[in-house]
């Protein structure tokens, strides 16, 4: 099972893999010794990889319809809706499919917040992973300006008018993002081209990211070393592999559930209007995923430590290692950091639902104190709490649990009591 | 299996109720039944033949529809007009065509290639005939209003009188649904201000619909091919879905461990 | 335990990847057939031509889908010519009475049937079209008669919408 000990049956594979050991890899790949308690919160990974692809493959036929020009670019969108052969359904699957990826992402990083999986030693796991996430909202807001609609249009001028928020050379840097003196057809053909550029930077993160997750190996809903391969793992194939191929079909379902029956219900009207550099729409929103750090930005009200405050909260967690001083991984044995976990849930959904209402009397201040909260959980709780709190005891190993009865059926019951 | 149904309902319900509040104007829209909503919603052919009637008739003195092409209308899905009947549809608007050899733009009779004929050359053309507000294109108009489908028909019927203190400039009229209360457009629709070949009551809350359901079909042609792929989609991923699972339980069987 | 039962085992997973390798194809397919002609390009399908100025001995070359088209007002000489050939002479064989049902005009897509290159008027050893491509021959019915190209510059579907107009497609 080890991967140097792997030498190929035939000798024409020998022959190759001396040369180019791609078949240590897939061996490697699919012997890869698992934890065998990991949950279905551990299928996420998988679903990301299929996102990235799906809007990688997707994104490629759309570029060879869509033209990036802002005389144009509105105009060829209901071109590939309305004569490209099936154009309606790439559009459809590439748009949506940033919602179910950023949906999977978040599901993604709260599982890793539940379980410590960004404890020693996989920080760097942690940190290219959050690394993906900037990137990703960078293609999102980018793929969202391409449409040339109302919400494309303004939600470029607003979130480029962010740098102006610098001192002294705010102003500057905001003309050299936009090619002139307003977003127009020069931000728009680059922008085209860092959508386009930037899956790949990801599709190499992910690359790194699953490198760097198979030296130390899974984390667990246990969060305990375990020996591997030992009776507590399982080959990564087929086991892992139909495990998470069965909770892809699951998350397709949700997925088509959106494509086919309410394509648009996560979108803006006002992006099938076209761009007018005249009028601002009623409302500007940004996708939802962004919502919780638009909200933190609103509910500063300095400009520039809105901006601030909002990169704060996404770069907070890069250093989120650090902050948590407890050993202890998963929340299943920190009976208090499980109670923050699920107030810093809340307090996130409740600052998405802020970002979509309008920045005024009680919405506001709601934000603002959700806003302090979601600082205060990772700058004073998480740090306090690892010193103070009283965890429960250990078990010494995933099959043989202390606490009686298997652990992942004991959580399952937690976890259902808190979601209802 | 459960716990993840859970999160998407309530992640689902979260983000839908999220974005509800957010077209936060609540006035309530004038509902009926439109044959093209659910699982297997389809397009009733004869009012769409009937609302591109309208369209014609009425909106299209000052509405464009830029995206659409004549061929659309004997296009699957559609209307369905017959071949025929949309060439002579096509050929009865004038398209300005060329440069011929002598290098001039000259007048042809429509042909199913090319796209419906605008009213006005351009926006500022269409303003300046329309007292400085633009008459919206209507190719995507339906997608583009918060309400879709229910505000339109609501604002086709929504004209009243202003109730007294609100004070109205020239060419500005009251409509209950249109945000703000105030609209450019006068009341277009009438009761029999056209005549329908099939003998149906051309009122104002009939021809509403129709052409209600033409724009939204003209908004999204493909709406009745998506609702019969999502079907069969969503089919096969249960059936796939159900033999992952089994294969999955075997598989693990081996290891007992509960999945 | 799943020793006891192999054939179920087996045919599931069998299923397993039989219906999933048809939801795979039913998912490549789509991403294939967007990059063929699209609906707008398709509806492109006919293009008008007058050609009242056109003299004998003259071609005049019309864009029809992004192609050129060569209209040719044949001489008598031209014609003789052309129907005059014996079949066994000819790479394909095609009657010059089947190429230009009116035998005054010729009408074909004027591309090479080899690669793609446009042929020049007037040139070649057969009085009709030559290629610089690769050189190959055509006679004054557009037929191939030397060279690489294997078939006969092809004639679209056309028709005299009246005298003097022809209608491409």
């Not at chain 2, 792929?229 to 033999?243: C, E, N, R, S």
């Not at chain 3, 008008?48 to 004998?56: G, Q």
Request: glycine share 6%; net charge neutral.
């Amino acid at each position: 099972m080890s991967d140097h000990e792997y030498t190929p049956k035939s000798k024409a594979g020998k022959w190759f893999n001396d040369r180019l050991p791609l078949l240590t890899l897939a061996n490697h790949l699919t012997d890869y010794p698992t934890p065998k308690n990991l949950n279905y919160w551990w299928t996420f990974g998988g679903i990301l990889t299929f996102c990235l692809i799906t809007q990688i493959v997707t994104g490629l036929t759309l570029a060879m319809h869509y033209i990036a020009h802002a005389d144009m670019a509105f105009e060829s969108v209901e071109h590939i809706m309305r004569d490209v052969n099936y154009g309606w359904l790439i559009r459809y699957i590439h748009a949506n499919g940033a919602s179910m990826f950023f949906l999977a992402v978040y599901i993604h990083i709260f599982r890793s917040l539940f379980y410590g999986s960004y404890k020693s030693p996989r920080e760097i796991i942690w940190i290219i992973g959050i690394i993906i996430y900037l990137l990703m909202m960078a293609a999102a807001f980018m793929g969202y300006v391409l449409p040339w609609g109302q919400m494309s249009f303004w939600g470029a001028t607003v979130i480029t008018n962010l740098f102006s928020a610098i001192p002294l050379v705010g102003e500057g840097i905001v003309t050299w993002l936009w090619g002139g003196y307003s977003v127009d057809n020069p931000t728009l053909t680059r922008f085209f081209t860092l959508h386009y550029l930037i899956p790949f930077l990801i599709l190499g993160l992910v690359v790194l990211h699953i490198w760097a997750l198979h030296v130390p190996g899974n984390n667990n809903p246990v969060g305990i070393d375990i020996k591997k391969p030992s009776k507590d793992t399982v080959p990564f194939h087929p086991y892992i592999v139909i495990k998470d191929g069965f909770a892809l079909l699951m998350f397709m379902i949700v997925f088509a559930f959106f494509v086919f029956y309410a394509p648009n219900i996560l979108g803006h009207a006002d992006n099938y209007i076209e761009a007018n550099p005249l009028v601002t729409p009623a409302h500007i929103v940004p996708e939802w995923y962004l919502l919780p750090f638009y909200a933190i930005l609103r509910s500063v009200p300095d400009k520039l430590l809105g901006v601030v405050a909002m990169l704060s909260a996404i770069l907070i967690l890069a250093v989120l290692p650090w902050l948590d001083t407890s050993k202890i991984r998963s929340a299943v044995f920190r009976p208090l950091y499980k109670q923050f976990y699920w107030i810093l849930v809340a307090d996130v959904l409740i600052l998405g639902y802020m970002g979509a209402m309008p920045a005024e009397g009680l919405y506001l201040l709601i934000a603002r104190v959700a806003t302090a909260y979601y600082f205060l959980h990772f700058l004073v709780i998480l740090p306090v709490l690892g010193l103070k709190e009283r965890t429960i005891p250990l078990p010494l190993s995933i099959t043989e649990p202390v606490l009686g009865g298997s652990p992942n059926m004991a959580m399952a019951k937690k976890k259902e009591s808190k979601l209802e | 299996m459960k716990k993840i149904f859970k999160l998407f309902s309530t992640i689902i319900l979260l983000t839908l109720n999220s974005y509800s509040a957010i077209s936060a104007e609540k006035v309530e829209y004038l509902k009926t039944d439109w044959s093209f909503k659910g699982l297997f919603g389809k397009f009733d052919r004869a009012s769409l033949q009937r609302g591109y009637q309208v369209y014609t008739e009425v909106c299209a003195a000052c509405h464009s529809m830029k995206y659409l092409s004549y061929r659309n209308l004997s296009e699957k899905g559609g209307p369905e007009f017959s071949v025929a009947q949309a060439k002579a549809i096509a050929a009865s608007f004038e398209v300005t065509d060329g440069p011929n050899a002598d290098g001039e733009m000259f007048q042809r009779p429509g042909k199913l290639s090319d796209k419906f004929v605008m009213p006005y050359e351009n926006v500022k053309a269409a303003e300046a005939a329309n007292g400085g507000a633009y008459p919206p294109d209507m190719s995507v108009l339906v997608k583009a209003r918060g309400g879709g489908v229910d505000y339109i028909y609501s604002l086709l019927q929504g004209y009243e009188e202003a109730p007294s203190g609100m004070i109205l400039d020239d060419g500005v009229h009251y409509n209950k649904y249109m945000y703000g209360n105030k609209i450019k457009m006068s009341a277009p629709l009438s009761d029999g201000i056209i005549e329908y070949s099939d003998g149906i009551n051309p009122s104002v809350e009939q021809m509403s619909k129709d052409v209600t359901t033409f724009l939204m079909w003209a908004a999204e042609p493909s709406l009745e091919a998506r609702h019969q792929m999502g079907f069969k989609a969503i089919v096969y991923l249960i059936i796939l879905t159900i033999l992952v699972y089994f294969s999955m339980k075997r598989i693990w069987s081996r290891v007992k461990s509960e999945v | 335990m799943s020793d006891k039962k192999p054939e179920r085992r087996d045919f599931l997973f069998t299923a397993s990847y039989a219906v999933g390798a048809v939801g795979v194809a039913a998912v490549v397919w789509p991403l294939v057939d967007q990059m063929n002609p699209d609906a707008s390009v398709k509806a492109l399908a006919s293009t008008e031509v007058d050609v009242s100025s056109l003299k004998p001995g003259n071609t005049i070359t019309v864009l029809w889908r992004g192609k050129p088209v060569f209209i040719r007002r044949r001489t008598q000489e031209e014609i003789a010519e052309a129907r005059s050939v014996k079949m066994e002479d000819l790479i394909h064989p095609e009657k010059d009475e089947d190429r230009a049902k009116n035998p005054e005009w010729l009408v074909m897509l004027g591309v090479c049937t080899h690669l793609g290159c446009v042929p020049l008027n007037d040139k070649g050893d057969y009085d009709g079209w030559f290629c610089p491509c690769h050189g190959s021959h055509y006679d004054t019915s557009g037929r191939i008669r030397k060279g690489p190209a294997p078939w006969n510059m092809e004639v679209p579907k056309y028709e005299f919408v009246n005298a003097n107009t022809i209608k491409i497609g």
